[in-house]
């Protein structure tokens, strides 16, 4: 027993094997370079530039918008807001953009509705046609707005909508479905079924259990959704130009086209109507930008 103790305590001291030391003169292996050993000029760089690339025309919108009329100065300095005053009181951008809005926010919500219970058919059921289902919403991405036009607007002749924003909803969440059913679809999926199956049992029906489990693990998904059909509705010119005439029905992008003369276009005019279309779509992103890349990022996890 004292020479088995005593060969096992030999071996607990045998000393751990060492890398051979490089011969002298020999370089010692480069280790691979981290992220932090990178000089921060090479990220400052590139990140200003795109920076300036970007802020640069916003900032020569401001200053047409904000200077008086005539000046060629680089600074907005004094500072007026005539040009603003001109485009939303004698322009009608007042009523333009109530339309906007009232367009964007019924595209929202119709977009996200239906995209819901779409989404939530293609996560959770499995039916025959499903894949050609999922493969005609993709190809439908391929198909310009414009090639739609004359369909859309006989049909909306015929049920008399020409000349009612009710027309322009119905295109713009039409074409924003088939996306943002993939979209939820993706969404859904990376919620667990034993979420639901637990509250199944537990003697919640099937809708009842979408609403009290799967529905609030999809905030991040329904504003990245509802935000990009908003901002698609806000800006889209071509529904709004074809499927409305009178003035008092038109939206901010068509209001900014009659800003531009045959011969001559008031600068400071256009420039207060675009920044008058930027504001809002700057706040709400400003407001839902964590949203709103938490929701795309798990949405592309799993589809």
Same mark, same amino acid.
């Given at each position: 027993?004292?020479?088995?103790?005593?060969?096992?305590?030999?071996?607990? @001291?045998?000393?751990?094997?060492?890398?051979?030391?490089?011969?002298?003169?020999?370089?010692?292996?480069?280790?691979? %370079?981290?992220?932090?050993?990178?000089?921060?000029?090479?990220?400052?760089?590139?990140?200003?530039?795109?920076?300036?690339?970007?802020?640069?025309?916003?900032?020569?919108?401001?200053?047409?918008?904000?200077?008086?009329?005539?000046?060629?100065?680089?600074?907005?300095?004094?500072?007026?807001?005539?040009?603003?005053?001109?485009?939303?009181?004698?322009?009608?951008?007042?009523?333009?953009?109530?339309?906007?809005?009232?367009?964007?926010?019924?595209?929202?919500?119709?977009?996200?509705?239906?995209?819901?219970? /779409?989404?939530?058919?293609?996560?959770?059921?499995?039916? @025959?046609?499903?894949?050609?289902?999922?493969?005609?919403?993709?190809? !439908?991405?391929?198909?310009?707005?414009?090639?739609?036009?004359?369909?859309?607007?006989?049909?909306?002749?015929?049920?008399?909508?020409?000349?009612?924003?009710?027309?322009?909803?119905?295109?713009?969440?039409?074409?924003?479905?088939?996306?943002?059913?993939?979209?939820?679809? /993706?969404?859904?999926?990376?919620?667990?079924?034993?979420?639901?199956?637990?509250?199944?049992?537990? /003697?919640?029906? %099937?809708? %009842?259990?979408?609403?009290?489990?799967?529905?609030?693990?999809? %905030?991040?998904?329904?504003?990245?959704?509802?935000?990009?059909?908003?901002?698609?509705?806000?800006?889209?010119?071509?529904?709004?130009?074809?499927?409305? !005439?009178?003035?008092?029905?038109?939206?901010?992008? *068509?209001?900014?086209?009659?800003?531009?003369?045959?011969?001559? *276009?008031?600068?400071?005019?256009?420039?207060? /109507?675009?920044?008058?279309?930027?504001?809002? *779509?700057?706040?709400?992103?400003?407001?839902?930008?964590?949203?709103?890349?938490?929701?795309?990022?798990?949405?592309?996890?799993?589809?």
């Amino acid at each position: 027993m004292t020479a088995a103790l005593a060969e096992k305590g030999t071996h607990a @001291r045998v000393p751990t094997p060492q890398p051979p030391a490089p011969p002298s003169g020999a370089r010692a292996p480069k280790r691979e %370079r981290a992220f932090d050993d990178v000089p921060r000029w090479q990220i400052y760089v590139p990140l200003g530039l795109y920076l300036l690339f970007t802020l640069v025309p916003f900032y020569w919108m401001l200053l047409f918008a904000l200077r008086p009329a005539g000046s060629t100065s680089l600074v907005p300095w004094p500072l007026t807001f005539e040009h603003f005053d001109k485009v939303w009181n004698e322009r009608s951008f007042g009523v333009f953009f109530q339309n906007s809005m009232l367009v964007g926010v019924a595209t929202l919500i119709t977009t996200t509705l239906i995209a819901l219970s /779409g989404g939530y058919a293609l996560a959770r059921f499995t039916f @025959r046609i499903k894949n050609g289902f999922m493969l005609a919403l993709l190809c !439908s991405q391929f198909i310009p707005g414009a090639l739609m036009l004359v369909p859309l607007f006989e049909i909306f002749r015929n049920m008399r909508m020409i000349n009612s924003l009710g027309s322009v909803i119905i295109a713009e969440t039409v074409f924003q479905l088939p996306l943002s059913i993939i979209l939820i679809s /993706g969404f859904i999926k990376n919620v667990p079924v034993s979420l639901e199956e637990a509250a199944w049992v537990d /003697g919640c029906s %099937r809708f %009842r259990a979408f609403c009290a489990v799967v529905l609030p693990l999809l %905030r991040p998904g329904l504003i990245a959704v509802g935000s990009f059909a908003f901002v698609h509705s806000w800006n889209h010119f071509l529904f709004a130009l074809m499927f409305l !005439s009178e003035q008092d029905k038109q939206t901010i992008p *068509v209001g900014l086209n009659t800003l531009i003369g045959a011969d001559s *276009v008031d600068l400071g005019a256009l420039a207060a /109507g675009g920044v008058v279309a930027a504001v809002p *779509v700057v706040i709400v992103f400003a407001f839902i930008q964590k949203w709103l890349i938490t929701g795309f990022s798990a949405g592309a996890v799993k589809g």
